[in-house]
């Protein structure tokens, strides 16, 4: 089996998943499995899962409603034969739906291709990051230059159908997977827009979204700037190179954008956080069930540890980007404007499965601020709350950007 991956997984993601994985972790689950000719009949329990479970339980007991169901369907289902590998898929979806967190679910092996698939920087799709949380898949931002967005696609608006046909009640994962396609090919959406009465239908040509992690520029006033979409695997070299061009150029200030960062690797979360602290300082605790912690510290040579800093926060704002947040905060570094963050305060570990069956994220720990606070379904509350209107949005103003830029250039 495949190492697991130690994940704080953001539920606003990128069309295709914008995942937010976290480097390391241990094995916490395993694959049951067996031959289809072994699973019809015979029952089988996995070893290792027998030893993990309580001494109390006795697992071929426990199963035999499972292998009793399995034979029915296969005795007596109406359309024979049945898809073995479906009706398994099937059942790890079901079993990890039960725990009611919709952090621990099941990802087939094309889900868990297209899970991946943004952390190499690239992608087929539409182009936008999405909430899949709710009732309906949601958009949270469009990517600048992308389809999503030369479409009039907006933040909050809801994707009610698929090429015409509904996705009422359609798990918010196989909804995205519906989106995504090759480019050069359309995807009709139907959308609910707030605010519109009727439904209206938006044709999209799909393309080769590129994902830069980070982006800089001087603004005015002599405001450095630095937009972070995601902490992926090139995220702290690019941090440094932009920083050092930016930092030589001696700005009054510098705005760390965050704004629709789903969150990234771990270990990159925490070298991100070391451009602007000391070393040696807690970025974040991990606390696990049983009460145990590991602490992360930022390490030394940061290149932006004394410059006036502001750091832009939204709903859309999860994860790594509130750690980020959070111990920006927690130490006074800089000043947080913006609307308060999603409250993403999990840690999964993503582990694939064997014989290349997809893969399981499991919720395992809780995360904590330096100072110690729980944000998971709180968020992280800005110090200067800026909430960009309605009629910013028509005349496409950036009320949060221009605080940012007033706080750091009155500061002078």
Do not use: C
Not at 289 to 300: A, P
Not at 360 to 388: C, F, K, S, Y
């Amino acid at each position: 089996m495949s190492k697991p991956i130690r994940i704080i997984l953001a539920i606003v993601i990128g069309m295709a998943l914008f995942a937010v994985i976290f480097s390391s972790g241990i094995a916490i689950g395993v694959a049951v499995t067996a031959a289809p000719e072994m699973q019809k009949y015979i029952p089988f329990v996995n070893p290792s899962t027998e030893q993990a479970a309580a001494p109390d339980t006795n697992l071929d007991v426990l199963f035999e409603p499972f292998w009793e169901s399995w034979n029915l369907v296969h005795d007596q289902y109406v359309e024979q034969p049945v898809n073995d590998t479906e009706l398994m898929r099937g059942a790890i979806r079901g079993m990890l739906d039960s725990l009611g967190d919709p952090h621990t679910s099941y990802m087939d092996p094309e889900e868990y291709a297209a899970t991946n698939a943004p952390l190499n920087g690239e992608y087929e799709g539409i182009g936008a990051w999405v909430d899949i949380s709710g009732d309906y898949l949601a958009i949270t931002s469009p990517m600048p230059g992308s389809p999503a967005e030369k479409a009039g696609l907006r933040p909050n608006d809801l994707v009610i159908a698929v090429d015409g046909e509904d996705m009422t009640g359609v798990d918010g994962d196989l909804v995205l997977l519906r989106v995504l396609g090759p480019a050069g090919t359309d995807v009709v959406l139907t959308i609910q827009r707030e605010g519109e009465e009727e439904p209206f239908d938006v044709t999209i040509t799909r393309a080769k979204i590129e994902v830069p992690s980070i982006s800089g520029e001087m603004l005015e006033d002599n405001v450095a700037y630095v937009q972070i979409s995601t902490f992926g695997i090139k995220t702290n070299k690019e941090l440094r190179d932009i920083l050092a061009e930016l930092l030589a150029q001696d700005p009054v200030g510098l705005i760390v954008d965050l704004r629709y960062n789903g969150g990234g690797y771990l270990n990159t979360s925490v070298d991100v956080m070391s451009q602007f602290i000391e070393g040696d300082q807690v970025v974040l605790y991990e606390e696990m069930g049983d009460g145990s912690r590991t602490i992360y510290r930022s390490k030394k040579g940061g290149l932006a540890t004394e410059i006036p800093l502001v750091v832009l926060i939204n709903e859309g704002s999860a994860s790594a980007s509130e750690i980020f947040a959070g111990a920006i905060q927690d130490y006074e570094r800089g000043t947080l404007v913006g609307i308060t963050t999603y409250g993403k305060g999990s840690v999964q570990n993503w582990i694939p499965l064997m014989n290349d069956q997809g893969a399981v994220r499991v919720t395992i720990a809780r995360w904590l601020t330096p100072d110690e606070r729980h944000i998971h379904n709180i968020g992280i509350d800005p110090d200067i709350e800026v909430e960009i209107t309605e009629e910013d949005f028509e005349a496409e103003r950036d009320s949060q950007l221009e605080k940012a830029i007033e706080i750091l250039t009155e500061s002078e």
